[in-house]
């Protein structure tokens, strides 16, 4: 996947390179902990194609949610082995995750704010395509300084939702 966005009319799309095989309309497939079943393919010139060769870009509709930028788009034989293996990737990020905020507890942050040794600018960053999001959260990782640490806590695509302002109010985070 080279670049995800959340098209209004056509929902999500991914913009992908095929490396190996070709991919046609109506195969099932998994990318990242997201699967579907190619509704259409569209070239780089807006044409719409019933199969892509490989060294061809094209764009993917069928999404069931937006993928992340790099993520291996794979064909599988049938739409249910496809669910299946894109839940058992959603529970083990999930899992990811959980065992990286469980680094550090509420309690020893506030000890080390108290001390003055760590202070926090948490950020939510929404952006309109996934490769966008992605090089901005690189390059405000990168502006942290010793008297303040920026902190992505939540990335996405598309407008800003009730969640995400829920979740700016409650983490005390500025929306980007």
């Excluded at 913009?15 to 046609?24: D, E, F, I, M, Y």
């Excluded at 780089?44 to 999404?63: I, Y």
């Excluded at 695509?157 to 980007?176: C, M, P, Q, R």
């Amino acid at each position: 996947v080279l670049e995800a966005e959340l098209d209004r009319g056509r929902g999500p799309v991914a913009t992908v390179l095929v490396q190996n095989g070709t991919s046609r309309v109506g195969d099932s497939f998994i990318v990242g902990p997201v699967f579907g079943k190619v509704r259409a393919l569209i070239d780089d010139r807006g044409r719409h194609v019933e199969e892509a060769l490989p060294a061809t870009p094209v764009e993917v509709l069928g999404l069931g949610s937006l993928p992340q930028a790099g993520d291996q788009f794979q064909v599988v034989t049938d739409l249910i082995k496809a669910k299946q293996m894109a839940l058992y990737r959603e529970l083990k990020a999930r899992e990811a995750a959980l065992a990286r905020s469980a680094r550090l507890t509420l309690d020893q942050l506030h000890e080390q704010m108290k001390a003055g040794v760590v202070k926090e600018l948490d950020l939510i960053l929404k952006a309109d395509v996934h490769g966008s999001a992605e090089v901005l959260a690189e390059t405000l990782a990168k502006l942290s300084i010793e008297k303040v640490k920026v902190k992505i806590i939540h990335s996405g695509v598309g407008a800003i939702t009730e969640s995400d302002v829920l979740l700016a109010s409650a983490s005390n985070a500025v929306i980007i």
